[in-house]
């Protein structure tokens, strides 16, 4: 259970990301965050594994404070809260399997990390995370060489090498063409499940939000303006949240309607279905360090707060 009481974020600018947020996010729940651009969506789900400190109220997950100005707590924190970003943030050079691996950081010594020396069971729980995300036959490529539908599953497979309890994504497939966003949306929601993780997800269109969450927070000027499940989530309150009528622009309709009960059972993958490879997209070049012993921490990520 991830609780916010009253919390808010100021920035050393004096800007106001976060106004009085109170929410408790149930373990297990699909949650899909949606608001314009600049509504607080990224600085919430930040705030969740201390990426952006809150500055009042409290934040915890689970039995844990969020306590940002402890380095140790924040490592120990983000062990069990993954997340992935819509630039994937995979280290180019390696291999995939290397890159899940980095996933087991946290759980390894330095020395072994920067060596290299996982533990075999630590292998072969990547190897079932690359499954479980349909690309193990990819495990010896190097991340740049695969497409982004394929590098952001990766970054999944990543975060599951982490066994976490919680997986935040900050849009995780705005950089993908929709029917790739589709299929990544449709894994996670899949792994989700099977998993029994908590999963909060920023979306900057609304279909996606309403076909795979089961529950809508919409923000605007960083504070909650609705909070509900899905089908409460209607026109009339999206406009609401968004102060404007729905767009074009506004959804990915690119594909086959999906159902919970088809997400659930869904298990093929067509990766190699993947759009172009993205190995010059400037957005995937940023990488993190793969030594760092703290998987949910991300250097391009901390350099823009
Ligand atoms: N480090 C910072 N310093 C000052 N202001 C910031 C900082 N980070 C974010 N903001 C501001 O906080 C507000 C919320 O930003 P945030 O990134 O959370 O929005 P968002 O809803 O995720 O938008 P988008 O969909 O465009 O990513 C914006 O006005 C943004 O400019």
């Not at 990819?138 to 990766?154: C, D, M, P, T």
């Amino acid at each position: 259970m991830i609780t916010f009481e009253n919390v808010d974020v100021v920035f050393p600018n004096g800007f106001q990301g976060l106004k009085g947020i109170d929410l408790t996010i149930n373990q297990g729940e699909f949650v899909g965050i949606v608001g314009l651009s600049g509504a607080g969506k990224s600085t919430l789900i930040r705030a969740v594994n201390g990426l952006v400190p809150y500055t009042s109220g409290s934040l915890s997950v689970g039995e844990t404070v969020v306590d940002p100005k402890s380095k140790t707590k924040l490592r120990r924190l983000r062990s069990k809260v993954g997340m992935i970003f819509q630039s994937f943030n995979l280290v180019n050079r390696i291999s995939v399997l290397n890159n899940v691996l980095t996933g087991r950081s946290a759980y390894t010594p330095t020395w072994r990390s920067m060596l290299g020396w996982y533990r075999a069971a630590d292998k072969e729980l990547a190897f079932q995370c690359l499954e479980r995300v349909g690309i193990v036959e990819k495990a010896y490529e190097r991340a740049s060489s695969l497409s982004g539908g394929q590098q952001q599953r990766v970054a999944i497979a990543r975060v599951l090498a982490q066994d976490p309890e919680v997986m935040l994504a900050d849009e995780p497939v705005a950089a993908l063409d929709p029917p790739t966003a589709h299929r990544v949306m449709r894994d996670l929601r899949r792994i989700q499940r099977e998993l029994g993780m908590t999963c909060i997800v920023n979306m900057h269109h609304l279909d996606l939000a309403r076909s795979y969450a089961d529950r809508i927070i919409g923000m605007r000027a960083g504070e909650v303006v609705f909070d509900g499940p899905v089908a409460e989530a209607t026109d009339a309150v999206i406009e609401e949240v968004y102060q404007r009528s729905m767009t074009a622009e506004d959804v990915v309709a690119d594909d086959v309607p999906v159902s919970v009960e088809e997400t659930a059972d869904a298990t093929e993958h067509d990766p190699d279905n993947d759009d172009a490879h993205h190995d010059d997209d400037p957005a995937v070049l940023g990488s993190d360090d793969p030594g760092s012993n703290d998987p949910g921490s991300n250097n391009a990520e901390q350099a823009r707060l």
